[in-house]
């Protein structure tokens, strides 16, 4: 099986984008930086497991030390929008823009250009496809339709591109983020661990989403520092990037429709 975690460094992103320039939204969001992301990448490093982080790319312009450490660490950094946009309120021409415009900026601090998205909010809308093979992108991480990675289909027509499916079930936000209805903590590790379970079982994808400025608090790190052990616990686990992922299924015999069969 393949486990394939992932987190969207929004950072200050969310309320820079809804134009709230308060100190309180801010520092909310820079929690994630300068607490968050040390905490994360501590614990992937100790755990010897690389991951995917999606960042805005005004949130890696604002933190360009933390790409880079993202980079030095080893792991992939991937698109996640320019400053977490709603895509479903722009026109095709500004999602177009605001995509060339992400991509450029996180190839010129990555030092590599990103082939992966994900879309901010996971919106989708009928020029996304289009721009992400514009792009050239491997895959797309914003999408629901599958546990397993499958190939999207334009107008019934394969496109090589892959999913690599998302759910809200798999993400800390509507769980642990503050100010939402809260669950206790260790009843996500719970369904965490059953998510895992069940793909382990039938050897097939456990993505996760998380976010630095929810996870990375002390209570919530707990429960990925608990789902990690339990991970790595089992034998035969291949933790991967989400674009080793795709580069994995696109290199199955028939491409990604096929190796979901087989
Ligand atoms: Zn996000």
């Not at 991509?103 to 879309?119: F, I, K, M, S, Y």
């Not at 769980?175 to 895992?196: I, T």
């Amino acid at each position: 099986m393949a486990v394939a975690l992932s987190f969207d460094p929004d950072h200050e992103t969310v309320a820079l984008r809804d134009g709230d320039t308060g100190v309180g939204a801010l520092a909310a969001g820079e929690y994630g930086s300068r607490v968050g992301a040390p905490r994360i990448l501590r614990l992937l490093e100790s755990s010897a497991i690389p991951a995917t982080f999606f960042m805005p790319a005004v949130s890696a312009l604002l933190h360009p030390d933390e790409v880079r450490s993202y980079v030095s660490g080893g792991h992939e950094v991937a698109l996640h929008g320019w400053i977490h946009e709603r895509l479903d309120q722009l026109s095709p021409a500004e999602e177009r823009e605001l995509a060339h415009r992400s991509a450029d900026a996180l190839e010129r601090l990555c030092g590599t250009r990103p082939v992966g998205l994900r879309t901010p909010s996971w919106d989708f809308t009928a020029s996304t496809l289009g721009l992400i093979r514009e792009l050239g992108l491997e895959y797309d991480s914003s999408l629901m339709a599958d546990d397993e990675p499958y190939e999207i289909l334009e107008d019934g027509a394969p496109t090589g591109v892959v999913e690599i499916p998302v759910e809200w079930i798999r993400d800390d936000y509507p769980y642990l983020a503050s100010g939402r209805l809260q669950e206790a903590p260790r009843q996500v590790l719970g369904v965490w661990k059953d998510e895992f379970d069940a793909a382990y079982a039938s050897g097939g994808l456990f993505q996760l989403t998380c976010h630095p400025h929810v996870i990375g608090h002390r209570s919530r790190l707990v429960v990925l520092e608990e789902l990690i052990a339990h991970m790595r616990s089992r034998p035969g686990v291949w933790f991967a990037t989400h674009a080793q992922v795709a580069r994995y299924v696109r290199s199955q015999d028939g491409g990604p429709a096929e190796s979901r069969a087989s």
